[in-house]
């Protein structure tokens, strides 16, 4: 999941990690030199593949076909008076928008945009993909053409990002403390793309957590014997 800063706010350079099916580290200024790179100034980048331009254009759309990235299961939670989840399988930027025409063109055949995060000042915020923005610091979040519009309001505040394919065993972790651990689990797992996001369960375990086990905790979790949290605010009311 991407970490809120010291300041308790998220990056849009988190977000970029997050996104990243690798989760190899990116900066935004990485992420977008790779989205346009000039291969003349890169000396181990292939200069041109003429031999490509060549083939017949029908297997060149194959291979452009092949070469689509794989939504990944997301979850972008905005800040408002009662925190909104948006959960759906999407991708981030990814370098076949920017290759070439053909690319570009078969690219966004299957995928569209549907949300834009952009900073301002130390926050990100989120619009509609097509609202013009002067922020150089902005990405968009793509899904399928299939897929149904994501209702989000303009200007709000991304307070996280999840990417659940990083989780171990559909476990992520919320709260970690000596004699307690919150973490939320995503019942259909493994996940296969399409699978419902929204259905993550809170679960709490009182086991103890010693310093020396926390590296292989996201392991041990299917091993510990979880309980569902109780509504504070119904157990108040009930009491009346």
């Known amino acids: 999941m991407a970490a809120p800063t010291t300041s308790g706010r998220i990056t849009l350079s988190q977000i970029i990690n997050e996104l990243n099916p690798d989760h190899d580290p990116h900066t935004l200024s990485q992420t977008i030199n790779e989205l346009n790179r000039d291969p003349r100034r890169d000396p181990y980048a292939i200069r041109e593949l003429p031999q490509f331009q060549q083939l017949p254009l029908e297997l060149q759309r194959q291979i452009w076909q092949l070469a689509l990235p794989t ?87 991304v307070c996280s990002v999840i990417n659940w394919i990083h989780s171990t065993l559909g476990f992520q972790i919320i709260e970690l403390s000596e004699f307690e651990i919150t973490a939320r689990y995503l019942a259909t797992w493994p996940l296969e793309e399409g699978d419902r996001l929204d259905n993550a369960v809170l679960l709490q375990s009182r086991l103890p957590v010693y310093e020396g086990t926390r590296r292989s905790l996201p392991l041990r979790l299917q091993g510990m014997r979880f309980f569902t949290p109780r ?5 108040k009311r009930n009491r009346r």
């Open 231 to 235: 509504n504070t605010s119904r157990d």
């Open 71 to 157: 939504p990944q299961p997301l979850e972008i939670n905005i800040k408002s008076e009662q925190k909104i989840k948006r959960a759906f399988w999407g991708v981030g930027p990814f370098p076949m928008l920017e290759t070439c025409k053909l690319s570009r063109e078969i690219a966004l055949s299957v995928f569209e945009p549907r949300i834009q995060l952009y900073t301002s000042e130390d926050k990100v915020l989120c619009t509609t993909p097509n609202t013009g923005l002067e922020s150089a610091k902005r990405i968009h979040i793509y899904t399928k053409t299939r897929h149904s519009d994501i209702e989000i309001r303009v200007g709000s505040e």
